[in-house]
C-alpha cells in the first residue's frame, strides 16, 4: 500500500518522534529530505509524541540540529495534554507531585501547577508538607526509592493518579530502555490504581494535532513505531496508520495487528517518496 492509494486522500501526517525520526541523538534517514518531500507533496504535519522529558521547545531545538525547522505549535507533547487534562479538573492549579523529568514540571508550572517531588535524602512521608492535588508520573531517569515511596502513600491516601503515557520501553542506540510504564507498573503494583493516561493509546493527542491542522481524521495518516502506543492511538482517533519498522515493532507483530495497519513501512522515506 503506498500514501498516494489511500482514500480518502492524505492531507496531514502526525509523526511519533523517538524510533521515528531519531534514536537517541541519531537521526534515522535522510530528515532533512524527508521533510522536504512532504513539504512538496502539500502535506501539513505534525509531531506527537509519548515523551514526557522535553517540551515542545526541546524538540523544535532538536529537529533543528538535524537541519528540520518547524513552528512549536505543530508539536503535540503527553505532557502538555496531561497538564490540559488537570487543568480542566482543577482550574485554580495546586501543588502536583511529580515522578518524573524537568520537562514534565516545567509544562506543569506553565499550566499553573506547582511541581514538587521527593528528593533521596527525604525522609517518607511528607504528606503534612504539601497536599497535592495530584500524582503526575512520567519517564524519569532520575528516578530514586523514595520517589516511588511517597507517591505510593499519596496515591494510597486517595490523590488522583494521572500519568503522561504507558510506554513500557523507550528506544536508545543501546537498545530498548524502562519507559514511562515501567513507573506506571511499579506504582499501580503499590498502590492497585490504574492511572489516568493523557498520552497514546488515548486519542486526545491526535485529536489536538487535528484541530490545529484544520483536517479530518479520515485525512490523517499517523505514523509510529510502536503497534500499541502510535498505532492504536492513532485508529483509536480515527486515523489511518502507518507502521515504521526503525523502531520497536517488527514486520510480523505489524502485519499480526487487529486491526490491519494500513501501511508497513522500512522507514519514514518509503511513506513520503
Known amino acids: 500500500m ?41 502535506l501539513k504535519v505534525s509531531l506527537a509524541t509519548n515523551n514526557s522529558t522535553r517540551n515542545s521547545a526541546d524538540y523544535v531545538q532538536k529537529l533543528a540540529s538535524f537541519g528540520v525547522n518547524l513552528d512549536e505549535s505543530q508539536v503535540f507533547n503527553c505532557s502538555e495534554v496531561a497538564a490540559l487534562i488537570l487543568k480542566e479538573k482543577f482550574p485554580k492549579g495546586g501543588d502536583v507531585y511529580v515522578v518524573g523529568g524537568s520537562g514534565l514540571a516545567e509544562v506543569l508550572s506553565r499550566h499553573g501547577f506547582t511541581p514538587y517531588t521527593a528528593e533521596e535524602n527525604d525522609l517518607p512521608p511528607a504528606l503534612e508538607k504539601n497536599s497535592p492535588v495530584a500524582v503526575v508520573s512520567g519517564l524519569d531517569i532520575g528516578i530514586n526509592y523514595k520517589k516511588l515511596v511517597e507517591a505510593t502513600l499519596l496515591i494510597r491516601a486517595g490523590v488522583p493518579y494521572y500519568a503522561t503515557n504507558p510506554d513500557n520501553t523507550y528506544p536508545s542506540t543501546f537498545g530498548q530502555l524502562p519507559g514511562a510504564g515501567s513507573i506506571i507498573a511499579a506504582l499501580t503494583a503499590a498502590t492497585g490504581v490504574d492511572p489516568i493516561v493523557a498520552g497514546k493509546p488515548e486519542p486526545y493527542l491526535f485529536n489536538l494535532a487535528m484541530q490545529q491542522m484544520g483536517v479530518s481524521p479520515e485525512e490523517t495518516l499517523v505514523v509510529g513505531d510502536r503497534l500499541e502506543t502510535d498505532i492504536l492511538g492513532g485508529r483509536n482517533a480515527g486515523c489511518k496508520t502507518a507502521l515504521v519498522l526503525t523502531g520497536v515493532a517488527t514486520r510480523e507483530e505489524g502485519q499480526a495487528w487487529i486491526p490491519k495497519v494500513d501501511m508497513i513501512v522500512e522507514n519514514l522515506s518509503n511513506i513520503v517518496f
Open 2 to 42: 503506498k500514501l498516494d492509494q489511500l482514500s480518502p486522500k492524505i492531507k496531514a501526517l502526525i509523526l511519533d518522534m523517538d524510533g521515528v525520526l531519531w534514536r537517541a541523538d541519531e537521526a534515522i534517514g535522510d530528515l532533512v529530505r524527508n521533510f522536504e518531500a512532504i513539504t512538496a507533496r502539500g
